[in-house]
C-alpha cells in the first residue's frame, strides 16, 4: 500500500510542477495532496518537499493558515477568466457556460477569502 502513496504523491507532484508553467492546472492543490501522500509513504519525501525553496512555502502557509499567496490569487484568478473566455470562443452551448461560470465563480470567491 506504501508504494501507492508514493506513486500518488509522485504523480501528483508532477503534475503540480507541470501547472507551473500551464495555464489552468492548479499547482499548490496538487502540492498539498503530493505532501499528504507522502506523509503517509516516506518521512525523506515528505521532509524534501516541505523543505524545498519553492514547494514548502505555499505548502506551509496553507497549513499554518490556511493562507494562499497574492501572487497566486492572481494567477488562478487569471486562469478562471482564461477558461471561460476558452469555452466563449470555442462557442459552448449557454446552459453549459452559466454552469462553468457558477463553478468558477465559487472557485474564485473560495480563493479570494483565504488569507495571503
Given at each position: 500500500?506504501?508504494?501507492?502513496?508514493?506513486?500518488?504523491?509522485?504523480?501528483?507532484?508532477?503534475?503540480?510542477?507541470?501547472?507551473?508553467?500551464?495555464?489552468?492546472?492548479?499547482?499548490?492543490?496538487?502540492?498539498?495532496?503530493?505532501?499528504?501522500?507522502?506523509?503517509?509513504?516516506?518521512?525523506?519525501?515528505?521532509?524534501w518537499?516541505?523543505?524545498?525553496?519553492?514547494?514548502?512555502?505555499?505548502i506551509?502557509?496553507?497549513?499554518?493558515?490556511?493562507?494562499?499567496?497574492?501572487?497566486?490569487?492572481w494567477?488562478?484568478?487569471?486562469?478562471?477568466?482564461?477558461?471561460?473566455?476558452?469555452?466563449?470562443?470555442?462557442?459552448?452551448r449557454?446552459?453549459?457556460?452559466?454552469?462553468?461560470?457558477?463553478?468558477?465563480?465559487?472557485?474564485?470567491?473560495?480563493?479570494?477569502?483565504?488569507?495571503?
Amino acid at each position: 500500500m506504501r508504494w501507492l502513496w508514493v506513486l500518488g504523491g509522485g504523480l501528483s507532484l508532477g503534475v503540480g510542477v507541470a501547472g507551473m508553467v500551464l495555464p489552468l492546472v492548479p499547482t499548490v492543490p496538487l502540492l498539498l495532496l503530493a505532501a499528504f501522500c507522502f506523509a503517509r509513504s516516506s518521512e525523506r519525501l515528505h521532509a524534501w518537499l516541505i523543505g524545498h525553496r519553492t514547494f514548502g512555502p505555499p505548502i506551509e502557509a496553507w497549513k499554518r493558515r490556511g493562507a494562499i499567496g497574492r501572487r497566486a490569487k492572481w494567477l488562478a484568478s487569471l486562469s478562471i477568466l482564461a477558461a471561460l473566455g476558452l469555452s466563449l470562443l470555442l462557442g459552448v452551448r449557454s446552459e453549459i457556460l452559466v454552469v462553468q461560470a457558477l463553478a468558477l465563480a465559487a472557485v474564485a470567491l473560495f480563493i479570494w477569502t483565504r488569507p495571503d
